[in-house]
């Protein structure tokens, strides 16, 4: 028998007393929230924990907060993705910004497994063109409190998966109205369905002799702007 195989069957004996009608309903008695002021103080305080660089700004001032963090950068080429709207990058000189073409919902039933598979246009830019961009500017679409973690679902103005995880340098726009205060308000907004991206600040591990090195799995910075 398999490891699989024998792992499968404890799993089977321990729910032989279970009941197994679908119907059941799910209990969720939990609390649903252990905070329900100062939320986004939470926030702004779980980022920086987080070791994440944290402003807040006016919509009327994001382009000019967008333009000041690439000059603070120096950065000379920002990736980017589809949807994000135009007016962020205002204050960037075109040449700055490289655009990457793919968008998440058109999805076809793949004949072999029929499993919904995505479709990425020929434009996208490859990981190496990804690896000498000095960063990426992305929208995101809910903020945790509690876990100080920022989620992206690939929507527009996140782009896909690869354009958070390549570039050194991560520049996210959030506002503070999606930002909730637990794990499962959070869930109540996202589609199980679509690529879902948790951030809880910027890469580190601290796997060889509890030193933490940062970079490793994803961006070294994360800058976050929260638009109030």
């Known amino acids: 028998m398999s490891s699989r195989a ?35 103080d939470l926030f702004v305080e779980h980022l920086r924990d987080y070791r994440a660089v944290v402003h807040e700004v006016a919509e009327d001032a994001l382009a000019d907060a967008v333009a000041a963090a690439v000059e603070r950068r120096g950065a000379r080429t920002l990736v980017t993705p589809a949807g994000l709207p135009a007016a962020w990058t205002a204050g960037l000189a075109e040449e700055v910004c490289l655009a990457d073409g793919w968008v998440y919902g058109q999805l076809y039933d793949n004949s072999i497994n029929n499993r919904p598979e995505i479709v990425k246009p020929a434009d996208m830019l490859t990981t190496s063109a ?19 973690t920022i989620v992206l679902d690939a929507g527009p103005g996140q782009g896909r998966r690869a354009l958070t995880l390549v570039p050194d340098w991560h520049l996210c726009v959030i506002r503070a109205a999606d930002v909730v ?8 907004r996202l589609d199980p369905g679509r690529p879902l991206t948790w951030i809880s600040g910027p890469s580190a591990t601290s796997d060889i002799e509890l030193n933490r090195v940062e970079g490793v799995h994803g961006p070294r910075t994360l800058e976050v702007l929260i638009v109030r």
């Open 6 to 40: 024998a792992i499968l069957a404890r799993v089977r004996r321990a729910l032989a007393d279970v009941p197994s009608d679908d119907d059941s309903p799910v209990v969720r008695d939990y609390a649903r929230a252990h905070v329900a002021e100062g939320v986004l």
């Open 130 to 148: 990804l690896d000498t961009a000095d960063g990426v500017l992305t929208a995101a679409a809910v903020g945790i409190a509690e876990t100080g």
């Open 181 to 188: 205060a637990s794990v499962p308000q959070a869930l109540e």
